[in-house]
Nanobody, 117 residues
């Protein structure tokens, strides 16, 4: 049974930082593409960052501010978010997929809310 459990969301002032965590069970995360998505009410879910095999790809709005990483020993994927802006306010989801296409992720967490004021 695959489970992805996010944590680390919260409320922060603009310019602040948060680190989101995604603990994975039921699959070996480093053998999959791991990603973070976000969604705000009334909008489609959008990809934030993804990583596989040590490489990383970021959406334009995340470049230079966010960092995705994976701790193999803990089977945990992180999203470090710096210089947060009010427009980063969203529910953030962790996802795992066999490939890294944005539409290919088939395992999802429940999400963690990030609010930037």
């Amino acid at each position: 049974h695959v489970q992805l459990v996010e944590s680390g969301g919260g409320s922060v002032q603009a310019g602040g930082s948060l680190r989101l965590s995604c603990v994975v069970s039921g699959l070996t995360a480093n053998r999959h593409c791991m990603a973070w998505f976000r969604q705000t009410p009334g909008k489609e879910r959008e990809g934030v960052a993804r990583t596989v095999g040590g490489g990383a790809y970021y959406a334009d709005f995340a470049k230079g501010r966010f960092g995705i990483s994976h701790d193999r020993a803990k089977n945990t994927t992180y999203l470090q978010m710096n210089s947060l802006k009010p427009e980063d306010t969203a529910m953030y989801f962790c996802a795992a997929g066999d490939t890294c296409a944005w539409t290919s992720f088939n395992y999802w967490g429940q999400g963690t809310q990030v609010t930037v004021s």
